[in-house]
């Protein structure tokens, strides 16, 4: 491979939190003679592409870093990126608008679209991200539960949807394509049927497609707002490149929406604040990242992401008996249901967790997903790194 996904990059001492936050914000360090391997905070453990910090060291030889405005090239190289990586047709850079964070967009398109206390309809699992924010701004969730086909396949329940939307009242949903935590890649008659069900009963859809450029296998990503005309004018859709490329710590996402009338009322709530401005580093970061170096280096961090995800669930089948996982499409991390272990030998979801954490291996709680007795991994490693940890989970906690 051209780009160097096998070092494993030390970030001790770097402002992480994956790893400086082991033993404050996990509860305990592990146990001594292992030293952490980070598969809890959903950010990856590779070096971004070179072009991203090339353009941010670019940028900080010049001495002054004032107030300033968003070059056409920013706008255009999001244009160009999802052109080609989606196919998408029609955007233009009237349709794009910052926003510091996919999560601070969701709640500026429920402050439009909602009154404090209406319903929002979710998917559970659901992304803890939308529970806390949504909660936070005084909405009421309303959860639809996912479930897995005789494949093993997570999907929408379209009944159970249109059943609390007409019980509910329920005029927003928030939608997470790819799903988080799932890794669900939706497929095209799977959206339309969510759009003509969301258009039937007049709910508008904010879509997060942070996740859209991890794409494993033979997958491939269909952006909500194009399966229709309607879909088109109803969805405020938020991306970023900061899952993509690593690059969380310097803040910068962005929405595209085409419906004028959407738009004109989501720039304002976002404008309100005064707190809604790009970062010049976060500015020139994504011109970088969107380079044609871009388009490569994420190509193979998705080969290599599909390979570790093979690996993981293959692993999981033949050596963790009572562990269940759906193979993601899309995201780096898994979801496993260990209710058949813990049942079977008598260790609370708790305990095993702790477990984990005693020999290094940092994964988070799932129950703040809605996973009752589940564990989210992160598989943004190199492989080396995750043989280690599958190697220490097998020996020392299954």
């Known amino acids: 491979m051209k780009y160097d996904f096998e070092s494993f990059v030390d970030r001790q001492g770097m402002d992480a939190i994956a790893v400086d936050g082991v033993g404050t914000m996990i509860g305990s360090q592990p146990k001594e003679g292992f030293d952490v391997i980070p598969m809890w905070v959903a950010d990856m453990n590779f070096a971004t592409v070179p072009t991203v910090t090339e353009a941010i060291i670019e940028r900080a030889k010049h001495p002054l870093f004032g107030y300033f405005s968003a070059r056409d090239e920013y706008y255009s190289e999001i244009i160009k990126w999802h052109e080609t990586r989606n196919g998408v047709t029609g955007l233009t850079k009237e349709c794009i608008g910052y926003e510091n964070g996919v999560l601070g967009g969701v709640v500026s398109a429920m402050n439009i679209l909602a009154s404090r206390g209406d319903k929002v309809l979710l998917h559970s ?23 897995k086909d005789e494949a093993g396949v997570w999907r929408m329940d379209f009944a159970d949807m249109e059943e609390k939307i007409v019980k509910n009242h329920i005029h927003v949903a928030v939608m997470c394509s790819p799903h988080n935590p799932c890794g669900r890649v939706w497929e ?98 994504l011109i970088g990242a969107y380079k044609p170096e871009g388009y490569e280096w994420v190509d193979e961090l998705c080969q ?76 943004a490693l190199p492989f080396a790194k995750v043989q280690e940890a599958f190697d220490r989970l097998d020996k020392y906690v299954f």
């Open 125 to 147: 699992p659901t992304y803890v991200g939308f529970t806390g924010s949504l909660k936070n701004c005084g909405y009421d969730i309303v959860h639809s539960p996912l479930v």
């Open 304 to 379: 290599v992401l599909t390979g570790n995800v093979d690996y993981a669930c293959d692993y999981i089948r033949e050596h963790f008996e009572g562990v269940e996982v759906s193979k993601p499409q899309g995201t780096y991390m898994l979801f496993l249901d260990c209710t058949k272990w813990c049942e079977k030998n008598g260790k609370t979801l708790d305990e095993l967790l702790q477990a984990g954490w005693d020999v290094g291996v940092v994964w988070q709680d799932g129950r703040a997903f809605h996973g009752p007795c589940h564990i989210r991994l992160n598989l």
């Open 188 to 285: 095209r008659w799977e959206l339309e049927q969510a759009m003509a069900l969301f258009a039937k009963h007049d709910v508008y859809v904010i879509s997060d497609e942070i996740w859209s450029d991890i794409i494993l296998g033979d997958h491939k990503h269909i952006p909500t707002q194009m399966v229709s005309e309607d879909a088109r004018n109803r969805t405020v859709a938020l991306y970023a490149p900061s899952k993509t490329f690593n690059l969380a710590g310097l803040v910068g996402s962005y929405h595209i929406i085409y419906n004028p009338w959407l738009r004109d009322r989501l720039n304002k709530e976002a404008s309100l604040s005064h707190y809604n401005s790009c970062n010049v580093f976060s500015m020139h970061a």
